[in-house]
C-alpha cells in the first residue's frame, strides 16, 4: 500500500498527489450519496472524485498518440483540483479560501476514450462499478472531447446518476434533458455558437442567403440545425439550405456533395466537418468545382476544423486546399482572450508547472496500456511548446469544467449532509464564476453555457509571409463576439485580397427593359413613312384642287385626313422616348405628348372622313320637297370642331389636374427574390375617367363615321366615297380587333408594346391614306390620259344631234331637264329668279317623295334610253365618246338599276357641230322630226310613235318638270360643272 508523504516535492501541484494517497490508504471508505467518505491518518476526509474520460490515443489503424492537447488538458484539471483543495483564487475568485468553506477534498483520474464511443462507455460502466472499499469511485465525469463519444456516455452517466460535464462537445442534441439529463457543458452548445455566427454572417457581412454544407453525424446534424434556429431568431430574412453528406467520405461523396452546393448558386458556405477527415477531400473537390478559391466565395467553418490543422500543415503553394482555404474564416467559443485577468492569469500559473517535478508529476497520470509498443508523448521532449500551448480551446475549458463541478459540490453539501447525482448537478446549473474562460453562467434547463457569457473569434485564414515553394497558413483573429456584440480587431481580408466581400448571391444584371435602339428606330421609319405620306398627299391635293378628281373629294376634308395622320405618325416618335435616350424628366414631359398628338389626329382623320360623307348626305337626303339644300363647310364642320373641343378639355385638364410622371418599377424577380428587371413607363393615379373620357370620344368618331358611311351606302362613290370609306373602318376594325390582345400579351415588356403601338398606329394611318387617296390618284391619271386622248383624236367634221341650244344651261331629252349649276355651286332653273346669286353651297331640288313611284318609271325610262340609244347610233345625237369628260351613257345600269338612273351629260359648246349651232336655249325636237325617226327605227322601236310624240308634246309644253312626279335621279357629280336632272 502507498504511503502519503509530506514531502513538498511540487511547486504548484503540491498537495495534489497528497490527496490521492490519502484517498487510496485510506483505512475504510463509506459511500455517502456521490461522495467517499474515507477514514485517514488525518481524520475523516470526503472525497469527490473526478474521472476525465478523454482521447489520448487513437486505435486505428494502430493505437498512435494524438497531439499534446489532452495531456494539456489533463494538467489543467489536476491544477484546478490543486486550486480547489487549498482554496486558491489565483485564477477564480470564488475558489479563494474554499478549503474553509468546503469539506471536501478533490482527486482525479485520467481515462482514454481512443475517440471510441464503445470504449468510452466501456470505461464508464467499469468506473460506476467499482467498489468504493477497493478503488475511487468517481461522483461526476469530465468528457468526453467529441460529441459523437459525449452523447453514448452521458446517456449511462444520466441512468447512473453521475453529473457529465463536457469541456468542449457542442452538440445541440445534447441538450436533451430526455435523453441526457445529467449533462453539461463549460462552451456553448451548437445552437449557442451558432447565434453569433448568424449575427456575424447577417450583420456584420450583410448577407441573406447561406449554404450549409455538413457531416452527417449527431455533431454535425445538431450545429445546422442551431444554425436554421438561430437564423428564425435572429435573421428571419436569411434563407438557409442545408446538405449533409457521409462521415466516412470518398470521392463520389465529396463530388455530389460539391455538386449540390454549386447549385444553390450561394457564395457564402457554412462548413461543419473535420479538419483531420474531411476537409482535404471536400476542399480540394469545391476548388475543382469552383465554389472555393475564386475570390467569389466566402467559406466559415465551425470549431471543428482546428486552427492547428492551418499552422501546422504546409501545402503546395498550387495546390486546391491551399488555394481554396485563403480568405477562409472559422469561427468558435475561445477560451479566453489576452487582456482578461482570469485568463491571462491562468496562463502565468500554468507556466508555473514547467518544472521537472510537476512535469514528472503530470506525465505519470497519463493512462497506462498493456500494449508495451505503445509510448505516449512526453513533456520533456518539449516542454516550452507544451506549456504554451495552454491557450487551445480544450485547455481552459476543461479548467473551468474541474472548477464547476467543485464549487458545485461544495455548493450542495450542507450541514455535512452530502449529495447524490442529481443534486450535483442541479447545483452545478446554478453556479457562476469568473473562470479561465471569462464568465462562466450555465443554463438552468441545459446546463449547457449560455452563449452570451463565452467569448467566441473569427479566425482569418491566410497565408504566412515568406512562403515559397511550400506554402504555410495561419489564422489570425480579426473579430471578438463578447457579451452580445461583435468587435472588429483588424480588418478582414478575403480571398480576393480585400477587405470587402463578396456577394451573397452571383451578381445580378438587372434587364432593364427598354425600347431599345431596333424596334425604336422601326417605329421611327414608321412614322416617317406616314408623315412623308400625308405630306405627299397633301401636296397632291393641293395641285389638284381645281380638278373634277380633287374637287368631287372635298379637297379641305382631305388636308384634314393628311393632318390628321401626319399628327397619329408623329405621336410614333413622342411615344419612344424613355430613359435611356432622354433624362427622367424629359420622359415625364412627353408622357402626355404621344395621347395628345394621336387623339386630335384620330379626330382630324375620322371627322374629315364622316363629315365628307354627311355633306353628300344632307344633298341626298332632305325630306322637304322642292327645297333649296344650302350645306357649306360650316355646317358639315361643326361635329368636327365639337369633338375636337371636348378632346382638348379632357387632354387640358388632364395635363393640369393630373399629370403622369415617368418612373421605373420593377417587373421580374430572380428566385432569390432580388429584383432582375425594371420597366419604365408613365404613371399615374386616378386616371380611369380621362382615358374612359378620351375612348369614348374616340370611339364616338369611329361610330358617326361608319354611320354616316352606312346612310350614304347607295350614293355614288364619286360622290361620298362610302366603299372607300368603309374599308378604311374595316381595316381599323381589324387593326384593333388584332391588336388589342397582342397590346394586352405584350404590356409589360416596352419594347414589345411600343412597336406593337407603332405597328396598330401605322397600319391605321396607312390604309387611311391608300384607301382614301390613291384612288383617286389613279382616277387623275385616267382623266389625264383620256383627255389627252380625246384632244388627239378630236374630229371637227363630226355630225351631231342637236340636244339643246349652244351655251344653254338648260337641256331637254325626253322629258328630262338638266340644269347647269354656276361654278360656285349653285343650282339654277327656270323658277329660280329669286335666288340669291351670292348664296354659296350646294342646292338641288329635291323631290317631294323619295322612291314610292320609282319602280314604276323605270321600265319607261329605260324605254327612253333604248330611243335614244337608237338615235345615237343613227347619227342624230352626240356619241358617248363625245359627250363628257370621260362619262358614259346609262353608268350603273347593272348594278343599281333597281334604284336609280344615271345619266351624264356634257355641257361643253361645240362650235364645229352644225346641229347644234345656232338652236335656242330651250329648243327642243319637233314632233315631226321624232316621228320621222320612229318610223326609221320601227323595227326595233320599243315605244309606239304616239306615246313618244304625247311624251315629247308634254316635254315641250312644261319646261318644269310636274311637282307630283319622283325623280329617278340621285346622284350628282361634284367635280367642276353640277347638274340639276329632273324628271317629268
Not at 491518518?41 to 486505428?60: N, T
Amino acid at each position: 500500500m502507498r504511503t502519503a508523504t509530506s514531502i513538498s516535492y511540487a511547486q504548484v501541484l503540491n498537495t495534489f498527489q497528497t490527496y490521492e494517497d490519502l484517498r487510496i490508504n485510506a483505512e475504510s471508505v463509506t459511500r455517502i450519496g456521490s461522495i467517499d467518505v474515507a477514514q485517514t491518518e488525518e481524520g475523516l476526509i470526503a472525497f469527490c472524485h473526478l474521472a476525465m474520460v478523454m482521447p489520448f490515443s487513437q486505435l486505428l489503424p494502430e493505437r498512435t498518440p494524438v497531439d499534446l492537447g489532452v495531456l494539456q488538458g489533463q494538467a489543467a484539471v489536476m491544477l484546478a483540483i490543486e486550486h480547489l483543495n487549498t482554496g486558491n483564487g489565483t485564477v477564480v475568485e470564488e475558489v479563494e479560501r474554499l478549503d474553509d468553506r468546503c469539506p471536501i477534498k478533490f482527486t482525479a483520474e485520467m481515462f482514454d476514450s481512443s475517440y471510441s464511443p464503445t470504449v468510452a462507455v466501456d470505461t464508464i460502466i467499469s468506473l460506476v462499478s467499482r467498489k468504493p472499499e477497493l478503488e475511487q469511485v468517481p461522483c461526476a465525469f469530465l468528457g468526453a472531447r467529441w460529441s459523437s463519444v459525449s452523447i453514448p456516455t452521458s446517456t449511462v452517466t444520466g441512468i447512473k446518476g453521475y453529473p457529465q460535464i463536457s469541456p468542449i462537445s457542442t452538440s445541440a442534441s445534447l441538450d436533451d434533458k430526455g435523453q441526457f439529463p445529467l449533462f453539461g457543458r463549460t462552451i456553448p452548445s451548437d445552437a449557442g455558437t451558432a447565434i453569433p455566427a448568424i449575427l456575424y454572417l447577417r450583420y456584420q457581412l450583410g448577407i441573406k442567403h447561406l449554404a450549409i454544407v455538413h457531416v452527417n453525424d449527431a455533431y454535425g446534424d445538431a450545429y445546422s440545425l442551431g444554425l436554421e434556429s438561430a437564423a428564425e431568431e435572429y435573421a428571419p430574412d436569411m434563407e438557409i439550405q442545408s446538405i449533409s453528406f457521409e462521415f466516412d467520405i470518398t470521392e463520389d461523396i465529396a463530388q455530389r456533395t460539391i455538386r449540390q452546393l454549386k447549385d444553390t448558386n450561394f457564395r457564402y458556405i457554412f462548413g461543419i466537418f473535420f479538419s483531420n477527415v474531411q476537409y482535404i477531400p471536400l476542399m480540394t473537390e469545391a476548388y475543382n468545382q469552383g465554389v472555393a478559391g475564386t475570390g467569389e466565395h466566402f467559406w466559415l467553418f465551425s470549431d471543428s476544423v482546428s486552427p492547428d490543422f492551418f499552422t501546422n500543415h504546409s501545402f503546395e503553394v498550387d495546390s486546391p486546399v491551399y488555394l481554396a482555404s485563403i480568405g477562409a474564416a472559422r469561427i468558435g467559443a475561445v477560451a479566453g482572450v489576452a487582456g482578461s485577468d482570469g485568463f491571462d492569469n491562468f496562463l502565468e500559473t500554468v507556466i508555473g508547472m514547467n518544472n521537472p517535478v510537476d512535469i514528472a508529476l503530470i506525465q505519470s497520470k497519463h493512462p497506462k496500456y498493456d500494449d508495451p509498443n505503445y509510448k505516449p508523448l512526453e513533456i520533456e521532449d518539449n516542454a516550452e511548446k507544451f506549456f504554451r500551448g495552454f491557450d487551445s480551446t480544450l485547455v481552459p475549458f476543461l479548467y473551468d469544467a474541474t472548477i464547476a463541478l467543485g464549487l458545485a459540490a461544495c455548493g450542495a453539501t450542507k450541514d455535512d449532509s452530502f449529495f447524490e447525482g442529481i443534486a450535483h448537478f442541479d447545483t452545478f446549473k446554478k453556479t457562476t464564476f469568473g473562470g479561465a474562460t471569462g464568465n462562466n453562467t450555465f443554463d438552468s434547463e441545459t446546463g449547457s453555457r449560455v452563449a452570451a457569457s463565452a467569448r467566441f473569434t473569427l479566425l482569418n485564414i491566410v497565408e504566412q509571409d515568406g512562403t515559397m515553394a511550400t506554402g504555410r497558413l495561419k489564422t489570425v483573429t480579426t473579430n471578438v463576439f463578447h457579451e452580445g456584440e461583435w468587435e472588429t480587431v483588424i480588418p478582414f481580408i478575403f480571398g480576393d485580397g480585400t477587405t470587402t466581400g463578396p456577394p451573397d448571391l452571383p451578381r445580378l444584371v438587372v434587364e432593364k427593359n427598354y425600347i431599345g435602339w431596333p424596334l425604336r428606330s422601326a417605329g421611327w421609319v414608321m412614322a416617317v413613312i406616314i408623315v412623308a405620306m400625308s405630306a405627299g398627299f397633301g401636296l397632291w391635293t393641293y395641285k389638284n384642287r381645281m380638278k373634277k378628281v380633287a374637287k368631287a373629294s372635298q379637297p379641305m376634308f382631305l388636308y384634314m385626313i393628311c393632318a390628321g395622320c401626319s399628327l397619329m405618325g408623329l405621336s410614333i416618335i413622342s411615344n419612344s422616348a424613355d430613359d435611356e435616350i432622354a433624362s427622367v424628366r424629359t420622359c415625364t414631359v412627353l408622357c402626355l405628348v404621344p395621347i395628345w398628338m394621336f387623339c386630335v389626329g384620330w379626330i382630324l382623320a375620322f371627322s374629315a372622313l364622316f363629315a365628307k360623307t354627311l355633306r353628300v348626305n344632307k344633298i341626298f337626303h332632305n325630306p322637304v320637297a322642292f327645297s333649296r339644300i344650302k350645306v357649306t363647310v360650316w355646317d358639315v364642320i361643326k361635329p368636327v370642331v365639337a369633338l375636337l373641343s371636348i378632346a382638348m378639355i379632357i387632354l387640358l385638364l388632364w395635363s393640369l389636374l393630373n399629370p403622369p410622371t415617368f418612373s421605373r418599377e420593377s417587373s421580374g424577380y430572380d428566385r432569390y427574390g432580388r429584383v432582375s428587371a425594371t420597366k419604365g413607363a408613365c404613371f399615374v393615379d386616378d386616371s380611369v375617367a380621362y382615358i374612359v373620357s378620351l375612348m369614348a370620344v374616340l370611339a364616338g368618331t369611329l361610330i358617326y363615321a361608319v354611320q354616316q358611311a352606312y346612310v350614304a351606302r347607295h350614293i355614288s362613290t364619286q360622290f361620298a366615297e362610302a366603299e372607300w370609306i368603309f374599308l378604311v373602318l374595316l381595316a381599323v376594325f381589324m387593326v384593333t380587333l388584332l391588336g388589342l390582345p397582342v397590346l394586352f400579351l405584350v404590356g409589360s415588356n416596352p419594347g414589345a408594346r411600343f412597336f406593337s403601338l407603332s405597328v396598330i398606329v401605322f397600319i391605321i394611318n396607312f390604309a387611311i391614306l391608300c384607301l382614301i387617296f390613291v384612288p383617286k390618284v389613279k382616277q387623275g391619271m385616267l382623266d389625264a390620259k383620256a383627255l389627252k386622248e380625246k384632244q388627239n383624236s378630236s374630229n371637227p367634221g363630226s355630225s351631231r344631234l342637236p340636244l339643246g341650244d349652244v351655251g344653254s344651261n338648260r337641256i331637254s331629252i325626253s322629258g328630262i331637264n338638266l340644269s347647269k349649276t354656276s361654278d360656285s355651286g349653285q343650282v339654277t332653273s327656270s323658277d329660280d329668279e329669286d335666288l340669291d346669286d351670292n348664296d354659296s353651297g350646294i342646292r338641288i331640288l329635291d323631290p317631294p317623295k323619295k322612291v314610292e313611284k320609282l319602280e314604276q318609271k323605270i321600265e319607261k325610262l329605260k324605254q327612253e334610253i333604248e330611243i335614244l340609244r337608237r338615235r345615237r347610233n343613227r347619227g342624230l345625237m352626240p356619241s358617248v365618246a363625245e359627250c363628257g369628260e370621260g362619262k358614259e351613257m346609262g353608268d350603273d345600269d347593272d348594278d343599281e338599276e333597281d334604284d336609280f338612273a344615271v345619266l351624264y351629260m356634257n355641257n361643253n359648246d361645240d362650235d364645229d357641230n352644225p346641229k347644234r349651232s345656232g338652236t335656242s336655249s330651250s329648243r327642243t325636237v319637233s314632233d315631226e322630226e321624232d316621228l320621222e325617226l320612229r318610223r326609221k327605227d320601227s323595227a326595233a322601236r320599243t315605244v309606239s310613235d304616239e306615246e313618244d310624240l304625247e311624251l315629247r308634246r308634254k316635254d315641250s309644253d312644261s319646261p318644269v318638270r310636274r311637282r307630283d312626279s319622283p325623280s329617278p335621279v340621285r346622284r350628282i357629280d361634284m367635280s367642276g360643272d353640277i347638274y340639276e336632272a329632273n324628271v317629268v
